[in-house]
């Protein structure tokens, strides 16, 4: 009787697998306890099959309660919200004990919804449950046959374990060929030009230099818009800023570049890094107006393509790295929002780029042109559109002028550094202090001592901290001799900073006293 329960175990397996296109999930080592899985919707069908008899309802409730727990663990590997188990019993005898109560659903009270209907093929009521089964379930159970003799049922038993382990073995190699289709060579080429270039700027006066990172191609909005400089959105992608910065972002590009570059091949994996990098990049230049580097951008453009991935290889994908590419990626925006210092929209601009860039350059194998060309026109307007709300943002950001009016008395350029100061202290913000500063240094420069004595009058009475202002206004006083005014200012400055040789030589100049 055993061989004819076995019998009957695979051949509804394979019918499940054949006909109804099930997956196999699991095929234990005793060979007598299938689990199948079937997306229909939001719901997973789960069909249990197992050659196992009970004696009591009561051995038989235990059981269901492990299929319980074991649904429960294996949560991932499922694809549906909801989950319908359809626990198959096949067995010679049924329960001595009234079992029939347990044919009613059964629900497991927990916040997703995972239900229960149980089916005892036992001899005596096998064509009864096996039409209840068919119903339940919604296929059409073909007639397991079990009029063969032996040696038959054992031939077709053998053939079916070996269709069940072949489909089991194929589902493998399809998800190994998925996630092997090119080679990492370009993420370790990416990986030594940061590095690389992090080496470079540490001998130029350091990564966290403001002057080094600007002249090695960091994204510095002034330098974009008023010179042209629009190669600053790809070398900036090659920067970064401390080697916290760097070494965190570079186990990113490790991991992640390897797994898209496994996934897409090379020179997909490469358009769509560059793609998501100018994304990124162009989305800080509208958003935010601060210095950048870094490969973030680019970094968050390889999670868009994962969840690209994700779209057309469901299945593999929560099974595998789905739940943790959506949690890293919720953890990244979260903590991006949480610390001002990190440049999210660089992330999400990049996020969003690398989904689409995914979709231009499709996965292996998939060609679809009409979606592809639409997500190509999707991200070139995008760009054009983002481009010209940055140009317009930063027009309107005092922080930006502010920018420029440094780098114009940076480079000599005072009566345009006027210009530019006027247009900034028209924009609205909190910089009106250090605005006034940098004004009152090119009148300086262009000898206009009274308009600069007056900005730093207001500099200093909006912010009275900057040693360097008070010390600008002792000289100005002393020069046009305000004696007072002037020993009241320099005390303030070496007060404030006493180690600086330069204020000290005038506090002495000024006062006649020996700086202590």
Same mark, same amino acid.
């Given at each position: ?6 019998y009957?175990?695979? $051949? ?6 054949s006909? +109804?296109?099930? +997956? ?16 229909q919707?939001? &719901? @997973? ?7 196992? !008899? ?8 235990? +059981? #269901?309660?492990?299929?319980f ?10 694809? !549906? ?25 059964? $629900?497991?009270?927990? $916040? ?5 209907q ?8 096998? =064509? ?6 068919? @119903?339940?379930?919604?296929v059409?159970?073909?007639? &397991?046959?079990?009029?063969l003799d032996? %040696? ?40 030594l ?8 700027l540490?001998?130029?006066? !350091? ?7 600007? $002249? ?9 818009? %008023?010179?042209?400089e ?25 991991y ?22 100018i994304g *990124? ?7 935010s107006v ?5 490969? @973030? ?11 690209f ?13 789905? &739940? ?5 990626? !919720?953890?990244?925006?979260?903590f ?17 780029a *690398?989904?689409?860039?995914s ?5 292996p ?6 979606k ?23 027009q ?13 008395v940076? =480079?000599g350029?005072?009566?345009k ?9 028209? @924009? ?5 202090a ?10 300086? %420069? ?6 600069? #004595?007056?900005?730093? %009058? ?31 200012? #320099? ?16 506090y002495?100049?000024i &006062? ?5």
């Amino acid at each position: 009787m055993y061989l004819d329960e076995q019998y009957k175990l695979y $051949k509804l397996a394979v019918q499940f697998v054949s006909a +109804d296109n099930y +997956d196999v999930l699991y095929v234990n080592d005793q060979g007598n306890e299938i689990w199948l899985e079937k997306k229909q919707g939001k &719901t @997973s069908n789960v069909v249990r099959l197992i050659n196992q !008899g009970f004696d009591w309802t009561n051995h038989l409730k235990k +059981d #269901i309660a492990v299929v319980f727990q074991k649904v429960k663990s294996m949560k991932r590997l499922l694809r !549906g919200r909801i989950i319908e188990i359809h626990n198959i019993y096949i067995s010679e005898h049924a329960p001595v004990d009234d079992w029939e109560l347990l044919k009613k659903p059964m $629900k497991l009270n927990t $916040k997703q919804s995972i239900s229960m209907q149980l089916y005892y093929l036992s001899n005596s009521h096998y =064509e009864e449950e096996k039409q209840r089964l068919a @119903s339940e379930v919604g296929v059409s159970i073909i007639d &397991t046959d079990i009029s063969l003799d032996i %040696e038959e049922k054992e031939r077709k038993l053998v053939s079916y374990k070996q269709y069940l382990t072949q489909h089991v073995f194929d589902r493998q190699q399809q998800t190994k060929a998925v996630f092997s289709f090119g080679k990492p060579r370009l993420t370790y080429i990416i990986l030594l030009l940061c590095i690389g270039m992090f080496l470079l700027l540490e001998l130029n006066g !350091g990564s966290k230099n403001t002057e080094t990172l600007i $002249k090695f191609g960091a994204k510095f909005n002034p330098a974009i818009i %008023e010179d042209g400089e629009w190669w600053r959105i790809i070398s900036s992608m090659f920067l970064h800023i401390g080697l916290l910065h760097l070494a965190m972002n570079m186990i990113a590009v490790y991991y992640l570049g390897s797994l898209v570059e496994r996934i897409y091949g090379s020179i997909r994996f490469l358009i769509i890094y560059f793609l998501a990098g100018i994304g *990124g990049g162009l989305a800080s230049f509208a958003f935010s107006v601060n210095i950048a580097a870094g490969a @973030s951008g680019a970094l968050f453009g390889l999670f868009g393509a994962l969840l690209f991935f994700g779209l057309y290889h469901r299945t593999i994908f929560f099974q595998t790295i789905g &739940t943790n590419v959506l949690l890293l990626i !919720g953890i990244n925006i979260v903590f991006g929002f949480s610390v001002p210092q990190i440049d999210n929209s660089a992330h999400l601009g990049g996020l969003i780029a *690398g989904f689409i860039a995914s979709s231009i350059v499709h996965l292996p194998k998939h060609r679809d042109l009409l979606k592809q060309l639409s997500a190509l026109a999707i991200f070139i307007a995008l760009l054009f559109g983002i481009v010209q709300y940055g140009l317009v943002n930063n027009q309107n950001s005092q922080l930006y002028h502010a920018m420029q009016l440094e780098r114009l008395v940076k =480079e000599g350029n005072y009566d345009k550094a006027i210009e530019q100061a006027n247009q900034a202290l028209r @924009s609205e913000g909190d910089l009106k202090a250090a605005i006034l500063f940098q004004r009152s240094y090119a009148y300086i %420069e262009l000898n206009r001592p009274d308009q600069a #004595i007056k900005d730093l %009058e207001e500099s200093i009475e909006l912010d009275n901290s900057v040693p360097e202002a008070h010390y600008n206004l002792a000289f100005l006083y002393f020069r046009n001799g305000e004696m007072n005014k002037a020993d009241a200012a #320099i005390k303030k400055a070496y007060q404030l900073d006493p180690n600086n040789p330069k204020i000290t030589e005038l506090y002495e100049k000024i &006062t006649g006293k020996t700086a202590k």
